[in-house]
């Protein structure tokens, strides 16, 4: 299994930044895809950026230019440096991966951390 833990999220005013982090843990994995998602109240969850194991990167239209996805400085981690951010940027935002797990890295499986709240006040 994979364990996402987010930080960073909060209450920032429209055209403020924020960063949000996320750490994979666990015992023998091997991630593919790191990504965030968000959800607004009844609406669906939805892609917001993803980065690969090579780097490579893909965004919603509606962030590209204001939001940066990068793999962190530690091992298995990933941020999302939210810039100019709106007031329709508020949702909860989610980590989440795209994982083989074992010694024979089964899968590929899909694992999602617990959200944060992220409010943008106009």
């Known amino acids: 299994q994979v364990r996402l833990v987010e930080s960073g999220g909060g209450l920032v005013q429209a055209g403020g930044s924020l960063r949000l982090s996320c750490a994979a843990s666990g015992n023998d994995f091997s991630i593919n895809v790191l990504g965030w998602y968000r959800q607004f109240p009844g609406k669906q969850r939805e892609l917001v950026a993803t980065i690969t194991s090579d780097g490579s990167t893909k965004y919603a239209d509606s962030v590209k230019g204001r939001f940066t996805i990068s793999r962190g400085n530690a091992k298995n981690t990933v941020d999302l440096q939210m810039d100019s951010l709106k007031p329709e940027d508020t949702a909860v935002y989610y980590c989440?991966?795209?994982?083989?797990?074992?010694?024979?890295?089964?899968?590929?499986?899909?694992?999602w951390g617990q959200g944060t709240q992220v409010t943008v006040s106009s």
């Open positions: 989440n991966t795209i994982a083989r797990i074992g010694w024979n890295l089964r899968g590929p499986y899909m694992y």
